[in-house]
């Protein structure tokens, strides 16, 4: 339970994280043209503290959904020299898209570490389309089963089962269990590879236990193999652009979906903070790499989707640059502001929406998970 807590923590503070490196992003690129930034701030209002240091307040805040930088002018009231809207739009874009470059960043250096470590994710039971070392591994073992007293261990891989002197390769999940559900009562053996070495262990299934065997399995196999420290950057640049291009398909094909009334079809998966959350915990439970993979995706999606021209996000301010530009002039400093509140509260209402409909549940299932462990 506490294990599990903890994970969650870190799972937690890795998506803010996430978050304070985006702004981090508008930060450095706002004082490298040398525009006055007035706050950078971890969390959101009512602050906790904060410390004046030059000319900006750096700021511990105690909401803890992310981060923020107050860039002056950034409103658009402001025609000074220091000020944001002073710049030349050229500049602006540069401070605006350098939140969004820094999660490309971010997912660049995530994923060169998976590289240099090689990662492994849980698969389900059908086809392997090309993936390597597929396997099927003990995952928990409960205590007083067949397999607790037949001496099986947590991360032992199930290679086969003898039935008989008969011996059937195990390679997915429901071979495991229909074998040993035909089997009850009757002594088998199964072929273990444990810290690499083949061993076999014999066991009866129990008669009466819902699982005759007592242990949780996962199907995993290699999703990245494992590179030199020297060639892991490499690969983490192309993995990092394979990603963006899979993510602005997926989102550009949900767009297309939605407003031609097709709906997103089949189960819809959303999910807010909380649940990216639970998502990335019970990640990190298939090890460090995997938890790599679940993160640098996110911040290769999150990227992809800033830079979608809606006013709130990024890429909506970019869009009334690209309308400045054309123009001639800004756009109304009052018109901007009230279009960004409206699309700045439907994404709220909708993220407090998915909260409750999506991530409470998924949490709570987490909770108890965890409990019973």
Known sequence: MISSIIVFIIAFLSLIALMIIHEFGHFIIAKKFGVRVDEFGIGYPPRIFGKKIGETIYSLNWLPLGAFVRIYGEEGDADEYRSFSGLKIWKRVLIIIGGVVAFWIAAIIIFSAMFMMGTDLPISDGPVDGLKNVRVMIVEVLDNSAAYNSGLNAGDVVIGIKVNGAETAISEISQFKEITSANRGKEIKLEIIRQNQPIEISLTPSESDASPVGVGLQRMATLVEKYPWYWAPVQGIIFTWQTTVSSVAGLFSIFVNLFSGKGIGGQAEFAGPLGITVFLANAASYGI?????????????????????????DGGKLIFL??????????????????????FFILIALSIFITIKFDIPRFSEFLKSSLSR
């Open 289 to 313: 790499g995997f938890f790599l993979y679940f993160i640098g995706m996110i911040s290769v999606f999150v990227a992809v989707f800033n830079l979608f021209p809606i006013p709130a996000l």
């Open 322 to 343: 690209l309308i400045e530009k054309i123009k001639g002039r800004p756009v109304s400093v009052k018109v901007e502001q009230r279009i960004t509140a409206v699309c």
